[in-house]
């Protein structure tokens, strides 16, 4: 088994739940999706990256942990595109004893099962219908259901599991409010760990009375919200 690896590096992580947390992140090649406010497209292509045999792939994770790493994040691209290589690499680092995260938009529930049980920490990432997350727009309904169907599997396994929303000058509050609904349809507030909003940056910004109207949207399905930026 291969696996396709765009870049490996360390940085205090951004955003989130574990917002100041000191992360090796491990990127994979490849995004099947076109969100238009992506910030990494240059790892989209299937053919990004650096190709690695699994064990050079262990070796280049052991090799670049530094002391008092708090996780490794395994993020894209998409992960859950090479979800069987994926899995491998986070038991390795499980073995390290560090923590392991992924953060993917879930749009395979089985693949999400694959490597759910390697995963100390995982980001649910809920597309709003704006972010042109998919080509065809008739594809959104079936990819949300999908992205549903993995915060349950987590919250069953009660797993540190939490949802993340990306916002921008396109969002509706009314879009937003509804989006919600359906996410804790799927998993009830207190299994969240919790629900982060995210405005976009660079690229149709929302203004702050309009992010206001967004956190306010939100808070009627999960009072904790929290919005914050990368």
């Not at 088994?1 to 590096?9: C, D, K, N, S, T």
């Not at 574990?18 to 990127?27: C, I, P, Q």
């Not at 990494?40 to 690695?52: C, M, R, V």
């Amino acid at each position: 088994m291969g696996v396709r690896i765009f870049e490996v590096f360390t940085s205090i992580e951004g955003e989130g739940l574990l917002y100041g947390t000191k992360t090796l992140f491990v990127r994979l090649a490849g995004c099947p999706f076109t969100c238009f406010y992506c910030d990494t497209p240059e790892a989209l292509p299937a053919g990004s990256g650096k190709e690695y045999t699994l064990e050079a792939a262990r070796e280049l994770v052991s090799s670049s942990l530094r002391p008092h790493t708090y996780k490794v994040n395994f993020t894209g691209g998409e992960p859950l595109v090479q979800h069987e290589a994926v899995a491998e690499l986070a038991r390795h680092a499980q073995s390290l004893g560090v923590r392991t995260y992924l953060e993917s938009s879930c749009y395979d529930s089985r693949r999400f099962s694959h490597v759910m049980g390697h995963m100390d920490i995982l980001k649910v990432e809920f597309k709003t219908a704006d972010s042109e997350f998919a080509r065809d727009a008739a594809h959104y309904g079936r990819l949300l259901e999908e992205a549903a169907r993995c915060l349950a599997a987590a919250a069953r396994a009660k797993k540190s599991v939490y949802v993340k929303v990306v916002v921008s000058a396109r969002t509706r509050a009314a879009d937003l409010e509804s989006l919600l609904g359906r996410v804790f349809e799927a998993a009830p507030p207190e299994a969240v760990s919790g629900l982060y909003v995210q405005p976009t940056s660079g690229v149709e910004e929302p203004r702050l009375e309009h992010l206001v109207a967004l956190h306010d949207a939100a808070c009627r399905t999960y009072p904790e919200v929290r919005v914050v930026p990368q």
